[in-house]
């Protein structure tokens, strides 16, 4: 890259914060918590802010057929586009850093790279996605996967929410039209960068300034039903039952008991349980959970999710009921571009902060936009580790020192010239 | 009581067939089952028909202040009134036998003695009682309850269902005044019989045409709140979470535990869960979740609730977690009437029906009934035992055969001339 670092591109920490604040009111619950599922009415109010805030930072906006927004910034010379950003949507509950700050902080770095003077040699956007979560459709990167072109023609009409809409009735009723999601392919962008919140504690235990994540784990989501039979909670003996519930409690805690036997990295989780028919008073004959089970080796994620699978066998034959478990959803591990997490490096330490490599455990837009274009991810501390809770949290000091790790990467990478220009 | 057996009083088979489909397509859903919780449209209308039905078979028809609906046959004597019947609710998915059978068998069974001549020498009415299952509040025996005047004046407005809801908006929703509630009391009843479905399989699996119930179980409802920490299902190592729905399921299966190691007639289950925040990628930080616990002994019941309480705790300790058990109901065990239950006995005995005494397993209208009024149960065969289900059946036959018992007891009851006046 540049033997001669450029001066550290520093960003306005009050005006970081400002954002942040701004965007976190939207979704926000009195219960707390910020609950901002893809295409619901305040999925559309962030988008229009966040077009807002991307042009008042000077940024020309776009938003494409699918809801992703664009700000750009034009370069003055042809090439491929180096995209920076993260998504927007939230789980339920969740908090205003999880995606959020990706997006804030790329918008503040390109402001505070135009205002260190000159003309971007090649053009840089930033990207607030449109849903990473899964939190209202199992539809997740569906914003990244429409921009690479990685979503089946019939999808938006099969997925499906809890109310029994599906992904394009919802967004018919934000004012997009399904029958063009397909335009918002692009092949135009071959550099993605994505600043983050680490979700964990490995930075914040370790005082470290920053993350450059070296891979992102794999997981899997798994559809688990286990059919018993209804019975009357009072007139039924206990040695007559098939109580759907008492098996999924044993199978819920045999998924814990595969994750500790691995051990770390490995992790299980059982987040939704639904009792049919629920009644206080009757046997239920019913209970659909998930498991959501991760590894950074592709390998040992299929040995946990084949153990679980044996596992839930034996208590649906020891207790007279049937399981069925799908898997519904696969991501393979990824690594992330060597050249662009050592960009990423070299800018923390113009910065003059302190960095270290470290795996994301928690998925992210990068492993799937990874598949066709370089792309690295910054990680910034969350306190406590906290995430996908009300509780989640990052300093505004920590989320600027980030914000101008980026900052400075984008001016590395589409400012400098390149090093046969320099020679 | 009478030592020269009337004839048996025998009700239209296929009439009360009839009713009994009839009833059953008022909040039958496409997904099978019933669901017609207190004070909503369906149970509007199952009420109404009902009215229709008692009108139908020459019974004054009479709604009090809380919905419960009266069927009248006067008397030509003054004195205290005999009232026979169960309620039209359903629990959630239920099916059209619980309750249903016993307010249908009242008024063909009053049709039967009506008609079998002579003007009864008591006052009998058939009541339709507005709700037992606490299916949509913690109400139950609200019907009876409130005939008793046992209802606390707040209560219409404390009670709320899961959509916040409560029992006084739901009233006025379907046209009836909270504050006229305590009008339902009345004080000019002494005896109560009530013909229901048996929900288990004593009868069935004794091919006995009749159960005369002794005692009814006690019971006990307990909420039970677990509290965790809500965290990233990716980020958080397994040995960093306080997740609650793990420790929830430890504890789900130490119910049955404590179910078990007391033997039958001891029953326990959890029917009801709600996991917070309720995402498939977010370690639950709060799970609440139902027990109902039954036993007909009064010390055992609350020693069971005692080993559940230590056995939870234990669990929340262990993991890391807090856990809240609130009883929410508490219903003691009662025996029924040793006269009516003679008189029930007496009258299968006239119909030529054999008849077996056998406690219920499940809670009924006529234990709280019972703690002011005379009262005795009627049971008829269930189908394999199935109840609280789409699955619910009793045969016509059986049905009808119940039904002959009861119109025979109510004719011994109120039409029969006292011995006195035989001498």
Chains 1, 2 share one sequence.
Not at 161 to 189: C, K
Not at 348 to 360: F, H, I, K, Q, Y
């Amino acid at each position: 890259m540049n033997d001669r670092p450029a001066a550290g591109v520093r960003v306005d920490e009050a005006r970081l914060t400002s954002l942040v604040e701004q965007l976190g009111r939207v979704g926000a619950q009195s219960s707390g918590g910020i609950i901002r599922p893809l295409y619901s009415p305040p999925w559309r109010e962030a988008q229009d802010m966040v077009a807002t805030m991307m042009s008042d930072a000077g940024l020309s906006v776009r938003e494409d057929a699918v809801g992703n927004v664009f700000g750009r910034l034009a370069g003055d010379t042809a090439g491929p586009v180096l995209l920076t950003g993260s998504h927007i949507d939230t789980v339920v509950h969740g908090g205003a850093y999880d995606g959020a700050l990706g997006v804030l902080s790329a918008i503040v770095a390109l402001e505070a790279c135009a205002a260190a003077g000159g003309t971007p040699r090649r053009t840089v956007e930033v990207v607030s996605l449109c849903e990473e979560e899964s939190s209202r459709f199992h539809a997740n990167y569906f914003g990244t996967r429409s921009i690479l072109g990685l979503v089946a023609e019939n999808e938006p009409e099969l997925l499906v929410d809890p109310d029994g809409v599906t992904l394009a009735e919802a967004a018919r009723s934000v004012g997009l039209d399904p029958a063009r999601f397909s335009d918002a392919r692009r092949d135009d962008i071959d550099t993605f960068l994505e600043l983050h919140i680490e979700q964990g504690r490995t930075l914040v235990d370790a005082a470290i300034d920053v993350g450059v994540v070296d891979v992102i784990t794999g997981f899997m989501w798994l559809e688990v039903v286990v059919d018993g039979r209804t019975d009357h909670a009072g007139a039924t003996a206990m040695t007559n039952r098939q109580d759907a519930l008492q098996a999924a409690a044993r199978m819920i805690t045999a998924v814990e008991g595969v994750a500790l036997a691995e051990g770390h990295p490995a992790v299980a989780t059982t987040g939704v349980v639904r009792v049919h028919p629920g009644g206080a008073n009757i046997v239920p004959g019913r209970v659909e959970f998930t498991i959501d089970v991760r590894h950074p080796e592709l390998d040992v994620l299929d040995q946990m999710v084949a153990a679980m699978r044996e596992q839930c066998a034996a208590v649906a034959t020891d207790r007279g009921v049937q399981v069925d478990l799908q898997v519904v959803k696969k991501t393979p591990p990824h690594t992330l571009d060597a050249g662009l997490r050592a960009v990423l490096q070299q800018a923390a330490d113009t910065c003059g902060l302190t960095w270290r490599e470290l795996p994301s455990g928690a998925g992210h837009d990068s492993q799937t936009m990874g598949t066709h274009v370089k792309a690295a991810m910054l990680f910034v501390p969350s306190v406590d580790g906290r995430s996908h809770s009300p509780a989640e949290y990052s300093t505004p000091h920590d989320c600027a020192q980030g914000a101008s790790v980026l900052a400075t990467a984008v001016r590395l990478l589409a400012w400098a010239p390149p090093q046969s220009d320099q020679q």
